[in-house]
T-cell receptor, first 113, second 111 residues
Framework: GAGVSQSPSNKVTEKGKDVELRCDPI?????LYWYRQSLGQGLEFLIY????????KSGLPSDRFSAERTGGSVSTLTIQRTQQEDSAVYLC???????????FGPGTRLTVT | QQQVKQSPQSLIVQKGGISIINCAYE??????FPWYQQFPGKGPALLIA?????SEKKEGRFTISFNKSAKQFSLHIMDSQPGDSATYFC??????????FGTGTRLKVLA
């Protein structure tokens, strides 16, 4: 079946511009996570959505970062006024509500010039 | 207390050898310990996982050894192959939804 998809796969933007990253989770998965992976680093938790519950935004590094999940499915991560330190791979993952296994998308590589 | 410490940072193994990656944790509330494999340009993929009620789990050439008293777990890759060259992440999960990831180990298997 279809896995987690993310778009775009690559995004190059100028410092100060806003960007939107999209994630389509696996159908039926109610939990959705966003992570950030800097070059050669581990996975940094950003935000978590579960069904209709309020999202856990505790990992967002600044108020320039926000995320939405519409209709319990597609999610968009928005970064406003991008900075060079925002350059990283942004990964999305989804899981079934009560299952532990996470399934990751291929990521969006963001480069801020 | 929420950290998962992973070592080594990088590892080079000869083809046919055994690759061993170690992780240690502090939070005894963790109850699920997965390992992920990530190839360049791809997202991490679940490789194998263990719960703390068993000390070992084996799937093909991949084995997780779990030491609850020491709060350590490790991934063993037997008969390592060049195709196993990737970055490996351990993780820990508690009764909440959050996963805590190790910093990753870059494995290179020489042909």
């Amino acid at each position: 079946g279809a896995g987690v998809s993310q778009s775009p796969s690559n995004k190059v933007t100028e410092k100060g511009k806003d960007v939107e990253l999209r994630c389509d989770p696996i159908s039926g998965h109610t939990a959705l996570y966003w992570y950030r992976q800097s070059l050669g680093q581990g996975l940094e938790f950003l935000i978590y959505f579960q069904g209709n519950s309020a999202p856990d935004k505790s990992g967002l590094p600044s108020d320039r970062f926000s995320a939405e999940r519409t209709g319990g499915s597609v999610s968009t991560l928005t970064i406003q006024r991008t900075q060079q330190e925002d350059s990283a791979v942004y990964l999305c993952a989804s899981s079934e509500q009560i299952a532990y296994e996470q399934y990751f998308g291929p990521g969006t590589r963001l480069t801020v010039t | 207390q929420q950290q998962v410490k992973q070592s080594p940072q990088s590892l080079i193994v000869q083809k046919g050898g055994i690759s061993i990656i170690n992780c240690a944790y502090e939070n005894t509330a963790f109850d699920y310990f997965p390992w992920y494999q990530q190839f360049p340009g791809k997202g991490p993929a679940l490789l194998i996982a263990i719960r703390p009620d068993v000390s070992e789990k084996k799937e093909g050439r991949f084995t997780i050894s779990f030491n609850k008293s020491a709060k350590q777990f490790s991934l063993h890759i037997m008969d390592s192959q060049p195709g196993d060259s990737a970055t490996y992440f351990c993780a820990a999960h508690s009764g909440t939804y959050k996963y805590i990831f190790g910093t990753g180990t870059r494995l290179k298997v020489l042909a």
